[in-house]
């Protein structure tokens, strides 16, 4: 007999099956089973299910296997709250690079101060080019001046890419800020 969380632990699997998460992103995706993919009715059926962000949170930090981790990610991003913030730091610092890649985009999403600390750690810190820019950007989201000083430092980076990221996120925090 399945218990009611595993009920709907699957109904979220199944729920996340719905979408590949490799074309999440993708602003022409590819067709699914004939039609387009709309990603706010997909989003807002995961909405619907009872107790999805606590599931979530619990894949993240068990790291099933079951999932793409780095969809979970993206997904609390979009469906999480202040609840998620420690899951999704915490995802931070996994070996995987599309996670943290994910967790980055995620906490600026929710824009959660608590989450500019450790993303000034990865801004720094990361060998994934990826996942410092998404750092740089959600920095630049949340906008809290205490990631000054990790931005500035950053608009040395050697990736064009994350000094470019960099840039505009600074361009933001003092827009907000003026």
């Not at 996340?16 to 067709?31: K, T, W, Y």
């Not at 600390?117 to 410092?132: A, M, T």
């Amino acid at each position: 007999m399945q218990t009611t969380d595993g009920r709907t632990e699957q109904k979220i699997l199944e729920w996340l099956e719905q979408v590949p998460f490799a074309h999440m992103d993708n602003p022409h995706p590819p067709l699914a089973m004939g039609s387009a993919i709309d990603y706010e009715v997909w989003l807002r059926s995961g909405r619907q299910i009872d107790g999805i962000e606590v599931i979530l949170q619990k894949f993240l930090r068990t790291r099933d296997s079951r999932i793409d981790l780095a969809q979970v990610a993206y997904v609390l991003g979009w469906l999480g709250s202040s609840q998620s913030v420690p899951a999704l730091i915490n995802a931070l610092y996994l070996n995987n690079s599309r996670v943290r890649t994910e967790a980055a985009a995620s906490l600026g999403r929710l824009g959660d101060i608590k989450a500019v600390e450790p993303l000034c750690q990865r801004l720094i810190h990361d060998n994934d080019h990826n996942v410092r820019a998404n750092a740089a950007v959600a920095l630049g989201m949340i906008g809290d001046l205490k990631s000054e000083p990790c931005l500035r430092s950053a608009l040395n980076d050697e990736n064009e890419f994350v000094t470019r990221l960099t840039r505009e996120a600074l361009d933001h925090l003092h827009k907000k800020h003026d």
